[in-house]
């Protein structure tokens, strides 16, 4: 099955300043990955998310890299605001029909005013 | 925008009780989901499911979970004998063909 490693666990950022969250695949099949941001106490909400016919997506604040040869993406937040601030949930499914979703382990966002 | 919702919000149950929880998925998606978040933990897949039957499930959704359609909108999950460690919050999602997951709000399930 798929295991998804995320990293950092935790990052504090200055307001305005660039945030960058990795993730680590380990099915080379898996060919979609999405980005859950959640709020405290709130369901998880898709941000962003990119398949791998893509190397990267934009919108807006927020980018997506993906690397299929070295199987990890990344989350890019531009010009973070302290509303950034959340649990970021990196995803992949558990085969390409995607039936299953495995998150990886959230990474906290803080941004300070 | 139509959203995935899920009652109740909060679940309070003493431990060896049947709980349901209920979500109705959006309309025209044909995909459905159970996940659960330990609290400050990350999402677990619990199953999925489509055209009227389970199509995948985890090691976590043992013989005391049920998942049912019982009409066209309504999509449960059924806990039969809840235990301390089914404490969590559960999320159900649905999705149409090739598009991404969309969560309800989620349901507290608080076990005494």
């Known amino acids: 099955g798929e295991n998804v490693e995320q990293h950092p666990s935790t990052l504090s950022v200055q307001e305005g300043d660039s945030a960058v969250i990795k993730c680590t695949y380990s099915?080379?099949?898996?060919?979609?990955f999405p980005w859950y941001k959640q709020e405290l106490g709130k369901r998880p909400q898709l941000i962003i998310d990119?398949?791998?016919?893509?190397g990267e997506k934009k919108d807006q604040r927020i980018a997506v890299t993906l690397n299929k040869t070295a199987k990890h993406f990344s989350l890019h937040i531009t010009e973070t605001q302290p509303e950034d601030s959340a649990v970021y949930f990196c995803?992949?499914?558990?085969?390409?029909?995607?039936?299953?979703?495995?998150f990886g382990g959230g990474t906290r966002l803080m941004v300070k005013p | 925008e139509p959203e995935v919702t899920q009652t109740p919000s909060h679940q309070v149950t003493q431990m060896g009780q049947e709980v349901i929880l209920r979500c109705v998925p959006i309309?025209?998606?044909?995909?459905f989901y159970w996940y659960r978040q330990i609290l400050g933990q990350k999402v677990e897949f619990l199953v999925s499911?489509?055209?009227?039957?389970?199509?995948?499930k985890s090691e976590i959704f043992d013989d005391q979970f049920s998942v049912e359609r019982p009409d066209g909108s309504n999509f449960t999950l059924k806990i039969r004998s809840t235990k301390l460690e089914d404490s969590a919050m559960y999320f159900c999602?649905?999705?149409?063909?090739?598009?991404?997951?969309?969560f309800g709000d989620g349901t507290r399930l608080s076990i005494l």
């Open positions: 499911f489509y055209n009227n039957e389970i199509s995948e």
């Open positions: 990119i398949r791998s016919n893509v």
């Open positions: 099915d080379s099949a898996s060919n979609y």
């Open positions: 309309s025209n998606h044909l995909y």
């Open positions: 995803a992949a499914p558990h085969n390409n029909a995607g039936n299953m979703l495995t």
């Open positions: 999602a649905s999705r149409a063909t090739g598009e991404a997951q969309h």
